[in-house]
């Protein structure tokens, strides 16, 4: 037998097999019962348009302000780490080591009890702002390093044609390094959107109100009210609404920087 009849042998085999799946699947499947607890238009009408309105609304907004702080405050800690002063280096290398390696929960946690408890220091806004800050220190984490290897990714050649046009080095850094290297992180940045677009789910912990819930609190909630699945599946089709655009935004970014390249 040829290579090429086996190669198609086998993958008609594996076609087979996958549609077996398939179809064992939906016969198991009681998909009355599915419907009536996944999918049930009255409970998914119970939801609306508070789901949208409040929790939407609330996880968009919450993303974006975490995403902002975090991008500001981790800019700062990427240019610390690469400071030539070595207590700025220690901060920052201190400060991203934490808060990478202490999962979330525990940081929104940490702002919203512990905080208050040891230092006397209630975080303006309450539990939202607490959570908030909990998800900005954490994202800030991340993006310094990712805006660091930004950084060290434009050629040394463009630091040192401003450098020999008299510019001073905060001038070079702040007008040809920084635009570059946000132009090289961009993919990863936009994944770190929605990486904090799902971590919004978190901040139940610090507590929440009606109109300050998310959108997996919210469905959490209808789904002990109605005794049914259904909000968590609309929640789960609104996450889906959002990431899937940006993901494939970051797809098509990350084709274009490649060609460009």
């Known amino acids: 037998m040829r290579r090429t009849t086996k190669q198609r042998l086998t993958r008609g085999i594996?076609?087979?097999v996958f549609l077996a799946i398939l179809v064992m699947?939906?016969?198991?499947t009681d998909w009355r019962l599915v419907q009536t607890q996944f999918f049930n238009a009255e409970v998914a009408r119970s939801q609306l348009p508070q789901i949208v309105t409040i929790a939407l609304r609330n996880t968009l907004l919450f993303t974006l302000v975490s995403f902002v702080g975090g991008l500001v405050l981790g800019?700062?800690?990427a240019l610390m780490k690469l400071s030539s002063i070595t207590p700025y280096r220690w901060f920052a290398t201190g400060f991203i080591e934490l808060f990478r390696g202490i999962p979330a929960l525990l940081t929104i946690f940490a702002m919203a009890y512990m905080l208050p408890i040891a230092l006397g220091v209630q975080v303006p806004g309450g539990?939202?702002?607490a959570g908030l800050l909990g998800l900005i220190l954490v994202?800030?984490?991340y993006m310094a390093e990712i805006i660091r290897s930004g950084i060290q990714a434009v050629?040394?050649?463009q630091r040192e044609a401003a450098r020999s046009l008299g510019m001073s080095q905060a001038r070079t850094m702040y007008t040809v390094i920084l635009p570059q290297a946000f132009r090289i992180v961009i993919p990863p940045v936009t994944n770190e959107f929605v990486l904090l677009l799902k971590d919004t789910s978190l901040l139940f912990i610090a507590g929440s109100t009606l109109q300050t819930k998310e959108l997996t609190t919210f469905a959490r909630d209808g789904l002990t009210t109605n005794?049914?699945?259904t909000p968590l599946i609309m929640a789960a089709m609104l996450y889906l609404l959002v990431t899937i655009p940006l993901t494939s935004l970051v797809a098509r970014l990350e084709r274009k920087m490649a060609k460009s390249r």
Request: charged share 5%; aromatic share 10%; no cysteine.
């Open 155 to 157: 050629p040394k050649g």
């Open 75 to 77: 800019t700062i800690m």
């Open 227 to 229: 005794a049914n699945a």
């Open 127 to 129: 539990a939202v702002g």
């Open 139 to 141: 994202a800030a984490a």
């Open 25 to 28: 699947v939906a016969f198991a």
């Open 14 to 16: 594996l076609y087979v």
